[in-house]
């Protein structure tokens, strides 16, 4: 009977364990994780009525030390040569800003794709803004 009782107590550690290893790395319902030392906001469900062209223009922001280190786009339905001017000459406009300049910075569309651009922007504003109220 004793060693039943002590399986199920390490069972039971090991998976509340686990559940503290798991929220420890994602955030707020997945919005905000760490990898590698970076913060990563995943604006997907925080700007779901931010638009492109054709729709919604999900991103991922990896944040360390409070700067921008690289910002990626996520699966979308842009059409592909204009989003991919976007990713070409846009994504790339805040690397190594802090959160506080990326916030307010005044970064130019990419001519013939300024609706994706304009959502590109304004899921960076909302996801830093993010960052800096959850962190």
Request: with cysteine; net charge positive; proline share 3%.
């Amino acid at each position: 009977m004793m060693k039943k009782y002590y399986v199920t107590c390490a069972t039971i550690s090991f998976a509340l364990i686990a559940a503290v290893l798991i929220a420890c790395t994602s955030v707020n319902g997945g919005i905000m994780s760490k990898e590698k030392g970076c913060y990563v906001v995943n604006t997907t469900k925080l700007t779901g009525d931010v638009n492109g062209f054709n729709g919604p223009t999900p991103l991922k922001i990896y944040i360390k030390n409070d700067k921008i280190q690289k910002i990626e786009a996520l699966p979308n339905e842009e059409t592909p040569s204009f989003f991919a001017r976007v990713q070409e000459n846009l994504l790339n406009k805040w690397n190594g800003m802090t959160v506080k300049q990326a916030a307010n910075a005044k970064v130019d569309a990419v001519s013939g794709a300024t609706y994706s651009s304009n959502a590109v922007k304004e899921n960076v504003r909302i996801g830093v803004k993010y960052y800096t109220e959850h962190k």
